[in-house]
């Protein structure tokens, strides 16, 4: 069965400091993974997804996430966090029928 | 591109009454999601809905809930009678197919009271 694990419930990190959410996935395939930002109220949406091209996926707003199939992990990136950041992080993987199976999420707050 | 259309945004009724969601996809999408989401945790799938037909209700509690997608568009999902423990976020899903690695575009969902 697939599953996702993100390793913290809360990230916090200074403006301008770089932004790592963790990730490790499971996976009796070769897996498609996707992560999703929720901000307050909002619906989810999509920042970038890895079906198996590139190991290294770019998203929006200058995330970014690498695919390493001997650590299992998929962990988001961004080289400088800004206050619009502050969102819920959803690591998500697809089985076989696209079904999506959520991660547990990782809140990320943003300091002045 | 239009999103995915909710409604209502918010939904504030007494325990045991019925109630409805409703959800528009985005335009040319056959595929249908209805998620739960609870408090600080990840979305699961109720249902999904490839045009008409219900191809994945296995986590749909069925004494309760029930749902629709009479011309393979819009969707509709119904909790009758409401319990305190319904009280979470209600989301609605739309992809192209049903494909691992096709994207899945969410609309806004409906938030749950039940007092």
């Known amino acids: 069965a697939q599953s996702v694990t993100q390793l913290d419930s809360h990230v916090s990190v200074s403006e301008g400091t770089p932004v790592l959410l963790r990730c490790n996935y499971s996976?009796?395939?070769?897996?498609?993974l996707f992560w999703y930002v929720q901000h307050p109220n909002k619906g989810l949406q999509l920042l970038l997804k890895?079906?198996?091209?590139?190991?290294l996926v770019k998203g929006i707003n200058g995330f970014e996430a690498e695919f390493k199939k001997s650590e299992t992990s998929f962990h988001l990136t961004k080289p400088s966090a800004h206050m619009s950041d502050a969102a819920e992080y959803f690591c998500?993987?697809?089985?076989?029928?696209?079904?999506?199976?959520f991660g547990q999420g990782t809140e990320l707050s943003v300091k002045p | 591109e239009a999103g995915v259309v909710q409604s209502p945004r918010y939904k504030i009724i007494e325990k045991k009454q019925p109630v409805a969601f409703w959800c528009n996809p985005i335009?040319?999408?056959?595929?249908l999601y209805w998620y739960l989401q609870n408090l600080g945790q990840g979305p699961e799938l109720l249902i999904r809905?490839?045009?008409?037909?219900?191809?994945?209700d296995s986590q749909l509690p069925k004494d309760r809930f029930s749902a629709e997608r009479l011309k393979g568009v819009d969707s509709t999902l119904k909790i009758q009678p409401a319990e305190l423990g319904d009280s979470a976020v209600y989301l609605c899903?739309?992809?192209?197919?049903?494909?691992?690695?096709?994207?899945?575009?969410f609309g806004p969902g409906t938030r749950l009271t039940v007092l």
């Open positions: 998500v993987v697809s089985d076989l029928t696209g079904k999506l199976i």
């Open positions: 890895y079906t198996s091209a590139a190991t």
């Open positions: 335009s040319g999408h056959n595929t």
């Open positions: 899903a739309s992809s192209r197919g049903t494909a691992p690695t096709d994207t899945q575009y």
């Open positions: 809905y490839e045009n008409e037909e219900a191809v994945d």
């Open positions: 996976s009796s395939y070769s897996p498609s």
